[in-house]
């Protein structure tokens, strides 16, 4: 599994959400029982019913203060991940959300006020290492929240799975 070395330049389109987005918003527990083709056209349609539609890979959703709140629901990263998005920003994020985010190597990063600064559609990048957050646009330079080395390794993997992979794979290696 190749290390990915993208983290310090991810740049997207923002696709704007106001605050407490929660699981059930992400990943709606009415369709759980459906083919996963299906499960991924219903993604935030209770906040806007085209994002399913019209999110292409590599947008970045950007969002209000508690994104993710709600129960643990493990698919409600791996839906935005499965739709394209390359990562989420929002003024501050559900812990359990943040976690499992990273843990399929879906980058998640808090900066308050990001919701007040960038609009719908503005064209967003992100420095995933030192935190940097550019709107050329708008002409405004944030800083978010650091992600932890840790975390940063895990991200740079592509998820805790292909991590444990490479980390078992070297280890037979060096035998």
Same mark, same amino acid.
């Given at each position: 599994?190749?290390?990915?070395?993208?983290?310090?330049?991810?740049?997207?389109?923002?696709?704007?959400?106001?605050?407490?987005?929660?699981?059930?918003?992400?990943?709606?527990?009415?369709?759980?029982?459906?083919?996963?083709?299906?499960?991924?056209?219903?993604?935030?349609?209770? $906040?806007? !019913?085209?994002?399913?539609?019209? /999110?292409?890979? %590599? @947008? =970045?959703?950007?969002?209000?203060?508690?994104? &993710?709140?709600?129960?643990?629901?493990?698919?409600?990263?791996?839906?935005?991940?499965?739709?394209?998005?390359?990562?989420?920003?929002?003024?501050?994020?559900?812990?359990?959300?943040?976690?499992?985010?990273?843990?399929?190597?879906?980058?998640?990063? $808090?900066? !308050?006020?990001?919701?007040?600064? /960038?609009?719908? %559609? @503005? =064209?967003?990048?992100?420095?995933?290492?030192? &935190?940097?957050?550019?709107?050329?646009?708008?002409?405004?330079?944030?800083?978010?929240?650091?992600?932890?080395?840790?975390?940063?390794?895990?991200?740079?993997?592509?998820?805790?799975?292909?991590?444990?992979?490479?980390?078992?794979?070297?280890?037979?290696?060096?035998?």
């Amino acid at each position: 599994m190749a290390i990915n070395d993208d983290l310090a330049k991810i740049v997207g389109r923002a696709w704007l959400f106001g605050s407490d987005i929660s699981t059930d918003m992400l990943s709606p527990g009415q369709y759980v029982h459906h083919p996963m083709e299906e499960r991924l056209t219903h993604v935030l349609e209770s $906040a806007r !019913p085209e994002f399913a539609g019209q /999110v292409r890979p %590599g @947008d =970045i959703v950007v969002a209000g203060p508690n994104f &993710g709140c709600g129960s643990s629901r493990e698919s409600a990263p791996q839906h935005l991940k499965d739709l394209g998005v390359a990562a989420v920003i929002a003024d501050s994020l559900a812990r359990i959300f943040a976690r499992n985010a990273i843990a399929i190597g879906l980058v998640a990063i $808090a900066c !308050p006020t990001i919701s007040e600064m /960038v609009g719908d %559609g @503005d =064209i967003i990048e992100v420095d995933v290492i030192t &935190g940097r957050i550019t709107i050329p646009a708008r002409n405004v330079i944030l800083d978010a929240d650091s992600i932890p080395e840790p975390m940063l390794d895990v991200l740079r993997h592509g998820g805790i799975e292909s991590m444990l992979a490479a980390i078992g794979a070297e280890q037979v290696q060096d035998i």
